[in-house]
């Protein structure tokens, strides 16, 4: 359950572990949904929208889960689980529209160290910039869902809401894979799910021959007045298919009908 302490360690640390959100039955069937998924990519029997390590290697991160391709409507249920729509209504407020969901892996065969950023599509603004956008209310609610052990995503904690110090800086600009004093393991258990911010300044470091193999969801605040989007952004064009909505069960429409609204086409 989160509880009002998990809800306040985001606020100071920006992330929180917790255990015991969805059935021991919904973590086993993700778990399979999961597996083929991943196989039918490798295999190129699917392919939505996947990331991949180099060209056409391996995948580390499977978009398209809830598309009619895969097959597999549990992802758009677990999405509409209680537990995380009451979350994102307390965060994000009464208007929340879809985010993403997808399955962060690894290639096996090399590491795969993502370098440290936060997620503001500016790698170095000045102090007042970067303010202003930390200030900005929490415009995401996102968690991993741990299918084996993961131990990849590392974060400042509190980096969050403050600017960047000299020695971030000089590492998020000119030595990304370089350490950080403060950096943070969030290690996850199967079954265990870290809620964190993109705000923070983070990290996925992927290692040879250890798989990861992690869930990653998301709901989106509404902002007041929000323009429509100049261009759709390519990682979600495949969403405008109709296909894809009619697959979606009923509840999660207008999560998806608020997102569509956004987009020019
Ligand atoms: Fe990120």
Redesign the pocket.
């Known amino acids: 359950m989160i509880t009002a302490e998990h809800l306040d360690q985001y606020r100071q640390e920006g992330y929180f572990i917790v255990d015991d959100l969805i059935p021991k039955e919904m973590f086993e069937e993700l778990y399979a949904a999961c597996r083929r998924v991943k196989d039918k990519v490798r295999a190129g029997e699917v392919d939505v929208y996947t990331h991949w390590a180099a060209e056409k290697s391996e995948p580390w991160c499977i978009r398209g889960l809830i598309a009619p391709e895969f097959k597999e409507p549990l992802f758009a249920e677990y999405m509409l689980h209680k537990p995380f729509v009451d979350c994102a209504r307390q965060m994000l407020g009464d208007e929340f529209r879809l985010g993403w969901i997808d399955l962060r892996t690894n290639p096996h065969h090399e590491d795969f160290p ?1 370098g440290w ?3 503001i599509g500016n790698k170095d603004p000045s102090l007042e910039e970067e303010m202003e956008i930390l200030n900005q209310p929490v415009r995401d609610l996102r968690w991993y869902l741990a299918l084996i052990e993961d131990a990849c995503l590392q974060i400042v904690p509190g980096s969050h809401h403050r600017n960047r110090t000299e020695e971030e800086r000089e590492c998020l600009v000119n030595s990304p894979n370089s350490d950080l004093s403060g950096q943070k393991t969030i290690k996850l258990k199967p079954g265990q799910f870290g809620f964190w911010s ?1 705000m923070t300044i ?3 470091t992927m290692k040879k021959d250890v798989e990861r193999l992690t869930l990653a969801a998301s709901w989106r605040k509404c902002q007041a007045d929000e323009p429509v989007a100049e261009k759709v952004d390519g990682r979600f064009e495949w969403r405008l298919k109709e296909s894809v909505r009619a697959f979606l069960p009923a509840e999660m429409h207008i999560y998806y009908d608020r997102w569509r609204k956004l987009q020019p086409v």
Do not use: K, L
């Open positions: 993502g950023h936060r997620d993109g983070h990290r996925g």
